[in-house]
Protein backbone atom coordinates (compact mmCIF):
# COMPACT_ATOMS: atom_id res chain seq x y z
CA UNK A 1 0.00 0.00 0.00
CA UNK A 2 1.16 3.69 -0.66
CA UNK A 3 2.08 6.22 1.57
CA UNK A 4 -0.33 8.37 -0.04
CA UNK A 5 -3.60 5.64 0.86
CA UNK A 6 -2.59 4.96 4.47
CA UNK A 7 -3.10 9.50 4.79
CA UNK A 8 -6.41 9.06 3.15
CA UNK A 9 -7.40 5.43 5.56
CA UNK A 10 -6.40 6.90 8.89
CA UNK A 11 -7.57 10.25 7.97
CA UNK A 12 -4.27 11.32 8.60
CA UNK A 13 -2.87 15.08 7.99
CA UNK A 14 1.16 14.54 6.05
CA UNK A 15 3.48 16.54 8.31
CA UNK A 16 6.30 15.76 6.08
CA UNK A 17 7.23 13.62 3.59
CA UNK A 18 5.66 14.87 0.34
CA UNK A 19 8.62 13.07 -1.68
CA UNK A 20 7.52 9.75 0.01
CA UNK A 21 3.45 9.96 -0.72
CA UNK A 22 4.29 6.97 -3.82
CA UNK A 23 6.17 4.57 -1.70
CA UNK A 24 5.29 0.81 -0.88
CA UNK A 25 4.59 -0.36 2.70
CA UNK A 26 3.76 -3.75 3.76
CA UNK A 27 4.14 -4.27 7.24
CA UNK A 28 2.82 -1.83 10.10
CA UNK A 29 4.34 -2.27 14.06
CA UNK A 30 2.41 -0.45 16.71
CA UNK A 31 4.38 0.12 19.57
CA UNK A 32 5.25 2.88 22.59
CA UNK A 33 8.41 0.76 23.54
CA UNK A 34 11.35 1.75 21.20
CA UNK A 35 13.20 -1.10 22.39
CA UNK A 36 10.87 -3.29 20.80
CA UNK A 37 10.88 -1.45 17.62
CA UNK A 38 14.56 -2.00 17.05
CA UNK A 39 13.81 -5.80 17.33
CA UNK A 40 12.48 -5.98 13.87
CA UNK A 41 14.16 -6.22 10.67
CA UNK A 42 11.23 -5.88 8.40
CA UNK A 43 11.84 -3.52 5.50
CA UNK A 44 8.68 -1.76 4.19
CA UNK A 45 7.77 -0.87 8.05
CA UNK A 46 5.27 1.56 8.99
CA UNK A 47 5.35 2.66 12.67
CA UNK A 48 2.37 3.74 14.89
CA UNK A 49 3.22 4.92 18.12
CA UNK A 50 1.36 7.34 20.94
CA UNK A 51 5.19 7.92 21.67
CA UNK A 52 5.54 11.92 20.53
CA UNK A 53 9.55 12.25 21.15
CA UNK A 54 12.87 12.63 19.08
CA UNK A 55 13.41 8.81 20.07
CA UNK A 56 10.13 7.97 18.35
CA UNK A 57 12.04 9.49 14.80
CA UNK A 58 15.72 8.28 15.49
CA UNK A 59 14.48 4.79 16.44
CA UNK A 60 12.61 5.21 12.89
CA UNK A 61 15.85 6.36 11.68
CA UNK A 62 17.76 3.22 13.08
CA UNK A 63 15.48 0.89 11.77
CA UNK A 64 15.11 2.08 8.07
CA UNK A 65 11.38 2.53 9.20
CA UNK A 66 10.03 5.44 6.08
CA UNK A 67 6.97 6.05 7.85
CA UNK A 68 5.41 7.13 10.98
CA UNK A 69 1.78 7.44 12.59
CA UNK A 70 1.41 9.29 15.51
CA UNK A 71 -2.22 8.75 16.67
CA UNK A 72 -4.80 10.82 18.70
CA UNK A 73 -2.78 13.80 16.98
CA UNK A 74 -0.29 14.39 19.42
CA UNK A 75 1.63 17.04 18.35
CA UNK A 76 5.03 17.05 16.33
CA UNK A 77 7.58 19.52 17.29
CA UNK A 78 9.74 20.96 14.95
CA UNK A 79 12.78 19.15 15.78
CA UNK A 80 11.32 15.77 15.30
CA UNK A 81 9.97 17.00 11.78
CA UNK A 82 13.41 18.57 11.00
CA UNK A 83 15.18 15.21 12.09
CA UNK A 84 12.27 13.42 10.49
CA UNK A 85 13.16 15.48 7.03
CA UNK A 86 17.17 15.04 6.87
CA UNK A 87 16.31 11.39 6.90
CA UNK A 88 13.74 11.15 4.19
CA UNK A 89 11.06 10.04 6.87
CA UNK A 90 7.37 11.23 6.59
CA UNK A 91 5.25 11.62 9.21
CA UNK A 92 1.81 11.49 9.37
CA UNK A 93 -0.66 12.93 12.38
CA UNK A 94 -3.77 10.95 12.63
CA UNK A 95 -6.78 11.88 14.86
CA UNK A 96 -7.57 7.98 15.44
CA UNK A 97 -5.99 6.05 18.58
CA UNK A 98 -3.67 3.09 18.11
CA UNK A 99 -6.38 0.89 18.06
CA UNK A 100 -8.53 2.31 15.72
CA UNK A 101 -5.57 2.79 13.13
CA UNK A 102 -4.07 -0.26 13.59
CA UNK A 103 -7.34 -1.96 12.56
CA UNK A 104 -7.99 -0.15 9.49
CA UNK A 105 -4.71 -0.58 7.80
CA UNK A 106 -4.81 -4.37 8.81
CA UNK A 107 -7.91 -4.70 7.25
CA UNK A 108 -6.74 -2.76 4.00
CA UNK A 109 -4.28 -5.39 3.92
CA UNK A 110 -0.80 -4.11 6.08
CA UNK A 111 0.56 -7.60 7.28
CA UNK A 112 1.57 -7.69 10.70
CA UNK A 113 5.18 -8.37 11.82
CA UNK A 114 4.43 -11.34 13.89
CA UNK B 1 41.30 2.54 4.66
CA UNK B 2 41.25 3.67 8.60
CA UNK B 3 38.90 5.89 9.46
CA UNK B 4 38.69 6.95 13.18
CA UNK B 5 35.79 9.45 14.80
CA UNK B 6 35.63 10.39 18.09
CA UNK B 7 31.74 11.27 19.89
CA UNK B 8 31.01 13.07 23.12
CA UNK B 9 27.80 12.53 24.67
CA UNK B 10 26.01 13.99 27.46
CA UNK B 11 24.54 12.31 30.43
CA UNK B 12 20.73 13.00 30.65
CA UNK B 13 20.19 15.04 27.41
CA UNK B 14 17.90 13.26 25.77
CA UNK B 15 17.13 15.48 22.23
CA UNK B 16 20.66 14.60 21.39
CA UNK B 17 20.50 10.55 22.08
CA UNK B 18 20.89 9.35 18.80
CA UNK B 19 22.98 11.83 17.36
CA UNK B 20 26.02 9.76 16.88
CA UNK B 21 24.33 6.71 15.98
CA UNK B 22 22.64 9.04 13.01
CA UNK B 23 26.22 10.60 12.33
CA UNK B 24 27.62 6.66 12.08
CA UNK B 25 24.85 5.40 10.07
CA UNK B 26 25.55 8.60 7.65
CA UNK B 27 29.32 7.41 7.50
CA UNK B 28 28.57 3.61 6.96
CA UNK B 29 25.98 4.44 3.79
CA UNK B 30 28.84 6.72 2.66
CA UNK B 31 30.80 3.56 2.14
CA UNK B 32 28.50 1.44 0.76
CA UNK B 33 28.40 -1.11 3.17
CA UNK B 34 25.55 -3.58 2.79
CA UNK B 35 21.94 -2.00 4.02
CA UNK B 36 21.48 -4.96 6.49
CA UNK B 37 25.11 -4.44 8.35
CA UNK B 38 24.22 -0.75 8.82
CA UNK B 39 21.05 -1.58 10.49
CA UNK B 40 22.20 -4.07 12.98
CA UNK B 41 25.23 -1.48 13.49
CA UNK B 42 23.25 1.01 14.23
CA UNK B 43 20.73 -0.57 16.35
CA UNK B 44 23.25 -2.25 18.87
CA UNK B 45 25.23 1.47 18.96
CA UNK B 46 21.72 3.33 19.31
CA UNK B 47 21.00 1.26 22.58
CA UNK B 48 24.42 1.57 23.76
CA UNK B 49 24.26 5.58 23.44
CA UNK B 50 21.02 6.00 24.97
CA UNK B 51 22.70 3.26 27.68
CA UNK B 52 24.65 6.49 28.28
CA UNK B 53 22.10 9.32 28.12
CA UNK B 54 19.99 6.86 30.41
CA UNK B 55 22.38 6.20 33.31
CA UNK B 56 25.57 8.03 33.17
CA UNK B 57 27.18 11.52 33.54
CA UNK B 58 28.64 11.31 30.07
CA UNK B 59 30.85 9.29 27.93
CA UNK B 60 33.13 9.03 24.56
CA UNK B 61 32.31 6.72 21.71
CA UNK B 62 34.76 5.88 19.53
CA UNK B 63 34.64 4.76 16.11
CA UNK B 64 37.28 2.94 13.95
CA UNK B 65 36.00 1.46 10.32
CA UNK B 66 38.05 -0.35 8.18
CA UNK B 67 37.77 -2.47 4.90
CA UNK B 68 36.75 -5.60 7.01
CA UNK B 69 34.85 -4.25 9.98
CA UNK B 70 33.73 -1.87 11.92
CA UNK B 71 34.65 -1.17 16.06
CA UNK B 72 32.82 1.02 18.33
CA UNK B 73 34.07 1.65 21.92
CA UNK B 74 31.50 3.68 23.94
CA UNK B 75 32.89 4.67 27.43
CA UNK B 76 31.09 6.32 30.06
CA UNK B 77 31.93 8.26 33.83
CA UNK B 78 28.93 6.62 35.55
CA UNK B 79 27.66 4.46 38.17
CA UNK B 80 29.05 1.47 36.43
CA UNK B 81 27.20 -2.14 36.55
CA UNK B 82 27.10 -4.32 39.18
CA UNK B 83 25.96 -7.78 37.53
CA UNK B 84 26.83 -8.02 33.63
CA UNK B 85 25.34 -10.96 33.45
CA UNK B 86 21.81 -9.65 35.09
CA UNK B 87 21.67 -7.13 32.48
CA UNK B 88 20.60 -9.38 29.74
CA UNK B 89 18.27 -11.13 30.78
CA UNK B 90 15.00 -9.95 29.27
CA UNK B 91 13.40 -7.19 31.35
CA UNK B 92 15.81 -6.33 33.73
CA UNK B 93 15.98 -2.53 33.96
CA UNK B 94 17.34 -0.05 36.71
CA UNK B 95 15.60 2.87 34.34
CA UNK B 96 14.17 5.92 35.76
CA UNK B 97 10.56 6.64 34.62
CA UNK B 98 11.90 9.42 32.51
CA UNK B 99 13.81 7.27 30.44
CA UNK B 100 10.83 5.15 30.02
CA UNK B 101 9.10 7.98 29.08
CA UNK B 102 11.59 8.13 26.07
CA UNK B 103 10.50 4.44 25.01
CA UNK B 104 13.45 2.95 26.84
CA UNK B 105 13.93 0.78 29.89
CA UNK B 106 12.05 -2.37 29.53
CA UNK B 107 14.91 -4.70 29.87
CA UNK B 108 15.29 -4.89 25.96
CA UNK B 109 18.18 -2.99 25.20
CA UNK B 110 21.44 -5.67 26.45
CA UNK B 111 19.71 -8.62 24.55
CA UNK B 112 18.96 -5.97 21.32
CA UNK B 113 22.85 -5.14 21.15
CA UNK B 114 24.20 -8.71 21.87
CA UNK B 115 21.82 -9.75 18.78
CA UNK B 116 22.54 -6.88 16.66
CA UNK B 117 26.49 -7.27 16.91
CA UNK B 118 29.14 -10.16 16.31
CA UNK B 119 31.02 -9.21 19.34
CA UNK B 120 29.72 -7.18 22.23
CA UNK B 121 32.42 -6.73 25.12
CA UNK B 122 30.99 -5.32 28.66
CA UNK B 123 33.40 -4.26 31.26
CA UNK B 124 32.46 -2.42 34.11
CA UNK B 125 33.55 -0.85 37.60
CA UNK B 126 30.97 -0.18 40.03
CA UNK B 127 31.23 3.69 41.04
CA UNK B 128 33.72 4.77 37.99
CA UNK B 129 31.61 3.61 34.83
CA UNK B 130 31.36 1.30 31.90
CA UNK B 131 32.69 0.36 28.95
CA UNK B 132 30.92 -1.37 26.01
CA UNK B 133 32.84 -2.99 22.98
CA UNK B 134 31.10 -3.19 19.68
CA UNK B 135 32.60 -5.06 16.38
CA UNK B 136 30.20 -5.73 13.50
CA UNK B 137 32.10 -7.45 9.98
CA UNK B 138 30.77 -5.55 6.28
CA UNK B 139 30.71 -9.09 5.03
CA UNK B 140 27.20 -10.04 5.97
CA UNK B 141 27.04 -13.73 7.06
CA UNK B 142 26.29 -13.39 10.30
CA UNK B 143 23.17 -11.69 9.92
CA UNK B 144 20.21 -13.09 11.87
CA UNK B 145 21.93 -16.54 12.70
CA UNK B 146 22.92 -14.93 16.19
Known amino acids: MKIKEIVSLTNGSLITGEENLEQLIERAFSSDLMSDVL ?15 IQAIRTAEMSDICCVVFVRNKKVSEEMVNIARENRIAIIQTPYSMFKASGILYSAGIQPVY | ?20 SSQVKKTLKQ ?26 YGGTI ?44 AGMGLSNMNNNSDLLEITSEVGKGTCVKIINHFKDDNNGNK
Do not use: C
Open chain 1, 39 to 53: TVRSDKLLLLTGLVN
Open chain 2, 1 to 20: MQMHFEYSVEGGNFSQAGLT
Open chain 2, 31 to 56: LNVNGAVIKRTVVALYEAEVNIVAHA
Open chain 2, 62 to 105: LVDIDEEKIVIELRDEGPGIEDIGKTMEIGYSTATPEVREMGFG
